[in-house]
C-alpha cells in the first residue's frame, strides 16, 4: 500500500487533476472540498501529506493548517500549499501557519511529484 495524500481545494477540476497525477504515481488519494471537510477526514485515518489550496470556503488554507498542527496526531505531517497566489506575504503567513512548502498553479504534474517526493522521501 502507497502513502496516503489528503488533496484539499475547492475546485473539483484541480482536485482531479492532482488526484489523478498522484493516483499515476501510486498514491492512495483522500480528497476534501475546503478546510473544513479535510479536518473531518483527517480524524483518524492515516494521511502521510496534505496538499491544499490557500483560497476556499468555509476554512482556508491557512486555517486547515493550524488546525492540523494543533491536532497532535498530525502536528508534524509535511503540508504543500497548491495555490495561484505568489506574493510573499502569503507565502509568510503559510510558512509561520506551519507549510511545510509552496507550488504555484498552474502546476506540471512532474514538478507536484518531484516535491512530493522530496518532502516525503
Same mark, same amino acid.
Given at each position: 500500500?502507497?502513502?496516503?495524500?489528503?488533496?484539499?481545494?475547492?475546485?473539483?477540476?484541480?482536485?482531479?487533476?492532482?488526484?489523478?497525477t498522484?493516483?499515476?504515481?501510486?498514491?492512495?488519494?483522500?480528497?476534501?472540498?475546503?478546510?473544513?471537510?479535510?479536518?473531518?477526514?483527517?480524524?483518524?485515518?492515516?494521511?502521510?501529506?496534505?496538499?491544499?489550496?490557500?483560497?476556499?470556503?468555509?476554512?482556508?488554507g491557512? /486555517?486547515?493548517?493550524? %488546525?492540523?498542527? *494543533?491536532?497532535?496526531?498530525?502536528? $508534524?505531517? +509535511?503540508?504543500?500549499? @497548491?495555490?495561484?497566489?505568489?506574493?510573499?506575504?502569503?507565502?509568510?503567513? /503559510?510558512?509561520?501557519? %506551519?507549510?511545510? *512548502?509552496?507550488?504555484?498553479?498552474? $502546476?506540471? +504534474?512532474?514538478?507536484? @511529484?518531484?516535491?512530493?517526493k522530496?518532502?516525503?522521501?
Amino acid at each position: 500500500m502507497g502513502k496516503c495524500i489528503m488533496t484539499v481545494d475547492d475546485s473539483a477540476s484541480v482536485r482531479q487533476m492532482v488526484s489523478f497525477t498522484l493516483k499515476g504515481a501510486g498514491y492512495e488519494v483522500v480528497e476534501a472540498c475546503d478546510g473544513s471537510d479535510a479536518l473531518t477526514k483527517l480524524s483518524g485515518k492515516p494521511i502521510n501529506m496534505i496538499i491544499t489550496d490557500l483560497n476556499m470556503p468555509n476554512l482556508d488554507g491557512i /486555517g486547515l493548517i493550524r %488546525g492540523v498542527r *494543533g491536532n497532535a496526531s498530525y502536528k $508534524f505531517i +509535511p503540508i504543500i500549499m @497548491l495555490t495561484t497566489e505568489s506574493q510573499d506575504s502569503k507565502k509568510q503567513e /503559510g510558512k509561520s501557519a %506551519g507549510a511545510t *512548502g509552496w507550488i504555484v498553479k498552474p $502546476f506540471k +504534474p512532474e514538478q507536484l @511529484l518531484a516535491v512530493i517526493k522530496r518532502v516525503l522521501g
